[in-house]
């Protein structure tokens, strides 16, 4: 019989004897150490953890009571997971589709530990594409005017749907600062790595006018200073003078699909800690 599997997340000031009184934890409760992983910050004076293990000793509630004491000890933020249980998610997109689809596709190809729950965008283009893999697609306009009431109802949706991962796969609006303190931890969002050099609309044409060697693109979780939020994984591109703006538009798309799935998996695996305005990831 299979024992069910966890995963123990922790951040506490760094001190001696912490992975020796984990594992020791662990041990006393029948927990067998599958894969663990730890990083101490000298900037902080933080240390982080990541350990899955399985144990059939204690059922969850067990583990999470005892947890609680044993934490307090060392001032531990933690947090438990069953492995097993896929991260319910809330995709959020505007006209641009190729890093929604490309999360479509690894999460029915069992790439991704999510549950796409649902769904949202500005635009009516996708509600065929989120038809075809069974997913509720909700329509919300948004204007300057309406912003505040799309907003909570976008919102309504995301806390119905039970959803722990909001992903913003190339959403064109700013979100509000209230919106973003709820989803604070929770929300990653995918930019081409132009940022702050390539403001507005169309930014690889931007890009190609200048010449550019190298594109690229950030995942970072959203914050209330825009796209400002820690960096989660980024990558890049070579691009030389024979390029079209056709050509680098497509390799610097492909560059975000990437870029977000990673993000998207290593949360959904709840290997991404927040490190002030850093993260640490442990991959």
Not at 17 to 25: E, L, N, Q, R, Y
Not at 51 to 76: K, N
Not at 127 to 140: D, E, G, K, M, W
Request: charged fraction near 20%; proline fraction near 4%; hydrophobic fraction near 40%.
């Amino acid at each position: 019989m299979t024992m069910p599997a966890y995963i123990l997340t922790l951040s506490c000031p760094d001190r001696t004897g912490i992975v020796h009184a984990v594992s020791g934890f662990l041990l006393e409760r029948g927990g067998n150490i599958e894969e663990a992983a730890q990083f101490n910050d000298p900037t902080t004076g933080l240390f982080f953890m990541r350990v899955r293990f399985a144990c059939s000793d204690h059922p969850e509630a067990a583990l999470r009571e005892q947890l609680i004491t044993f934490a307090g000890g060392f001032g531990m933020h933690w947090q438990l997971h069953a492995a097993a249980e896929p991260m319910k998610t809330v995709i959020l997109v505007s006209k641009d589709g190729h890093c929604l689809n490309d999360l479509l596709f690894r999460w029915k190809s069992g790439l991704l530990a999510i549950d796409v729950r649902a769904i949202v965008s500005n635009h009516r283009d996708f509600y065929q594409l989120a038809a075809s893999y069974n997913v509720p697609f909700h329509h919300i306009p948004m204007t300057a005017t309406t912003k505040a009431q799309a907003e909570a109802r976008q919102m309504e949706i995301i806390e119905a749907e039970g959803s722990e991962l909001v992903v913003l796969a190339r959403y064109m609006q700013i979100l509000s600062n209230d919106l973003c303190k709820k989803l604070s931890g929770r929300a990653i969002n995918i930019h081409h790595s132009f940022l702050p050099s390539f403001k507005g609309a169309k930014p690889y044409y931007q890009a190609h006018d200048r010449g550019v060697k190298l594109i690229g693109a950030t995942a970072h979780y959203v914050t209330a200073d825009l796209d400002e939020g820690p960096i989660i994984e980024q990558d890049v591109t070579r691009a030389d003078h024979t390029d079209t703006v056709e050509a680098l538009t497509a390799r610097g798309r492909d560059t975000e699909s990437q870029v977000l799935a990673r993000a998207v998996k290593w949360h959904s695996e709840h290997r991404v800690l927040l490190n002030g305005h850093r993260t640490v990831v442990f991959k």
